[in-house]
């Protein structure tokens, strides 16, 4: 046996076991449920023309930037993840900021920031605001971006401070930030 048919094996292995390691997780804990997504290869997933802001901002190419970073570690006080991870609102400003659109750096700061909307005229792009981990003190302590709105149930994207999935995807429904929901704004111009 030659050294090339010598390594073909060991390649196939290889292979194998990136593909493996390469399949979404997602998990369910107590009435929550947690999913992590592979991360999106087009700006829209409808068919169709992009969903456009009165001002012309593409929120779906907006919603795929910030899908983009699904997976990336929570890390106090950062609004980079090439310094090792985001926070929530580092998310959120990391994102906007991508497409020139002006945020407010903390949570807090969102409870003063854009436009109020009900749950019911909640829209993809519109950010979500919750209190921290005291579901008792009603000031912002959490964001996320709301990805769908099904008049049922609102899907939101954010920087979780779980050290195992950090930016992750949740809903609305789930006990957990259902009881920590404070209000929605619209940010997009």
Request: aromatic fraction near 10%.
């Amino acid at each position: 046996m030659t050294l090339r048919t010598q390594r073909f094996p060991v390649i196939i292995s290889l292979l194998l076991l990136l593909l493996i390691n390469a399949c979404t997780a997602s998990r369910k804990s107590g009435s929550s449920t947690t999913t992590t997504s592979p991360k999106p290869t087009t700006p829209s997933n409808t068919p169709g023309k992009p969903m456009l802001s009165p001002s012309g901002i593409n929120i779906d190419g907006l919603l795929w930037y910030a899908k983009k970073q699904l997976g990336t570690p929570y890390l106090y006080g950062s609004a980079d993840p090439a310094k090792g991870g985001l926070d929530c609102s580092g998310f959120l400003y990391y994102v906007f900021n991508h497409f020139k659109i002006k945020v407010p750096r903390t949570s807090k700061d969102y409870m003063s920031y854009g436009k109020p909307v009900s749950r019911s005229e909640a829209q993809k792009g519109d950010v979500i605001i919750f209190t921290g981990s005291d579901a008792t003190v009603k000031t912002g302590g959490h964001v996320g971006l709301i990805l769908e709105n099904t008049g049922n149930d609102i899907t939101f994207i954010h920087g979780s401070s779980s050290k195992k999935y950090g930016v992750m995807i949740n809903k609305l429904s789930d006990a957990y930030y259902n009881q920590r929901f404070l209000k929605i704004v619209r940010v997009i111009p």
